[in-house]
């Protein structure tokens, strides 16, 4: 599988600064969702994006997809301690099953 | 009920052993997944029932054999494992669309498998 690129791979920053973690990927997809993983336990969804979608909202969580760069991006606003955690996107191809993790970004919010 | 659990959540097994883990769910999902983690890497995806049948083997081993017994369980049986297979096994569940997934997947909490 291609596995998809994301940067950074690690970040530290201040309680109630804000994140953004982004997500490339090569091939053409049906949609994209990020993850977030705590202590390399089960992974918990926080948003599915469509390929005809260009931003989504949930909370404190902002997500765009660019077909044309092939890249998504994740924005956490005003973070707390307890974001602190692997974020992943993963990507499904269009018309398939292939489900392709990207590389992960490990985020660390220091209180 | 919007859990897939997974049991056991430690394993430890001798390259000998033979050993099943277990995953569940009863959310009426069709599609069923199993995935392997290293640490400080992403899962990678092994295989994918959907309608209980097995429509991707991601070139795993055979000494790894799922099994989907019905639209809520599914196994990883496990046999002459090696040391470099201790890894974290996840599984995870998820609606289907007509063009494969299109909706969230849920994911259990994991197996840490180490084999000694």
């Known amino acids: 599988s291609q596995q998809g690129e994301e940067d950074p791979q690690a970040l530290s920053i201040q309680e109630g600064e804000n994140a953004t973690m982004n997500c490339s990927y090569k091939?053409?997809?049906?949609?994209l969702q990020w993850y977030r993983q705590n202590s390399g336990r089960g992974l918990v969804h926080l948003i599915l994006?469509?390929?005809?979608?260009r931003e989504k909202h949930s909370g404190r969580l902002r997500v765009t997809l660019d077909t044309s760069k092939k890249s998504s991006s994740l924005l956490i606003t005003a973070s707390r301690a307890a974001d602190t955690a692997s974020y992943f996107c993963?990507?499904?191809?269009?018309?398939?099953?292939?489900?392709?993790f990207g590389k992960g970004t490990k985020l660390s919010v220091i209180p | 009920d919007t859990e897939v659990t997974q049991t056991p959540k430690h394993l430890v097994m001798g390259m000998t052993n033979k050993k099943s883990l277990k995953c569940e769910q009863h959310?009426?999902?069709?599609?069923m997944y199993w995935y392997k983690q290293k640490a400080k890497k992403p899962p990678e995806l092994m295989f994918v029932?959907?309608?209980?049948?097995?429509?991707i083997n991601e070139s795993v081993p055979s000494r790894f054999s799922p099994e989907c017994p019905n639209s809520s369980l599914l196994n990883l049986h496990l046999h002459a494992l090696q040391p470099e297979d201790s890894a974290l096994y996840l599984c995870?569940?998820?609606?289907?669309?007509?063009?494969?997934?299109?909706?969230?997947?849920?994911f259990g909490q994991g197996t840490r498998l180490t084999v000694v």
């Open positions: 995870a569940s998820s609606h289907l669309g007509y063009r494969g997934r299109n909706t969230e997947a849920f």
């Open positions: 091939t053409s997809i049906n949609n």
């Open positions: 994006i469509r390929s005809n979608e």
């Open positions: 993963e990507y499904s191809g269009a018309g398939s099953y292939q489900l392709t």
């Open positions: 959310m009426g999902h069709r599609a």
């Open positions: 029932y959907s309608y209980e049948k097995l429509s």
